[in-house]
């Protein structure tokens, strides 16, 4: 069975403050993809990033930065010096080869206060 | 930038009522899903649809639901007799060949049974 955890129910900071997300996978399968969507209050599921299980390399862009660890099946994204639009609820996903379905965690909610 | 369209936004129903939900995948993707989150909750699988035919589906897919693509553009959900427990934000997403293609999300339809 697959799993994906994201223990952060609500995380609440101050601007340009950094902020990291945590998430937590469990899957049997050797060849498995990882994503995280982001949903802004106005609903819809924004793409953010992709990992499959063969590429550790961490990954940044702009502000944001995701370290993928194989060893502690773990998946987190950074956002550094955090603004007001980052508020929104980040879900973190695990796709593999067993299925179609993309497997949510339950979401952590962001809130950038000014 | 290609993107999935849903329509309608949101959608009042009396309960046992049937209701369609209809999507617009973006067009060189093959495989589509339906996904829903009820409010405040994760993001659930519900099917994909691949070829004309489901290629898989969730425990939540009972018989009540079902899924089809009239022509060459829609693809739509319908729930045959809604009941209050399908109040919910309901997701088209479309993908070319999963697992490791990313699914891109519509906007949502916000479906209320009343």
């Known amino acids: 069975a697959q799993k994906v955890t994201q223990a952060q129910t609500e995380i609440s900071v101050v601007e340009k403050e950094d902020v990291t997300l945590d998430c937590v996978y469990e899957t049997r399968d050797t060849t498995y993809y990882l994503f995280w969507y982001k949903q802004p209050p106005s609903g819809e599921l924004v793409f953010l990033i992709r990992?499959?299980?063969?590429?550790?390399q961490n990954e940044i862009s702009g502000r944001y930065s995701w370290n993928f660890q194989k060893s502690t099946s773990s998946f987190n994204f950074t956002i550094t010096a955090s603004q007001v639009v980052d508020s929104a609820v980040y879900f973190c996903a695990l796709n593999s080869n067993s299925g179609y379905a993309l497997n949510f965690g339950k979401g952590t909610s962001l809130l950038v206060t000014p | 930038e290609p993107e999935v369209t849903q329509t309608p936004s949101h959608q009042v129903t009396q309960m046992g009522q049937e209701v369609i939900l209809r999507c617009v995948p973006i067009s060189n993707h093959l495989y589509f899903y339906w996904y829903r989150q009820i409010l405040g909750q994760k993001v659930e699988f519900l099917v994909s649809f691949y070829n004309n035919e489901i290629s898989e589906k969730s425990e939540i897919f009972d018989d009540q639901f079902s899924v089809e693509r009239p022509d060459g553009s829609n693809f739509t959900l319908k729930i045959r007799s809604t009941k209050l427990e399908d109040s919910a934000m309901y997701f088209c997403?479309?993908?070319?060949?999963?697992?490791?293609?990313?699914?891109?999300f519509g906007q949502g339809t916000r479906l209320t049974v009343v």
């Open positions: 997403a479309s993908s070319e060949t999963p697992p490791a293609s990313v699914a891109f």
């Open positions: 990992r499959n299980s063969f590429d550790e």
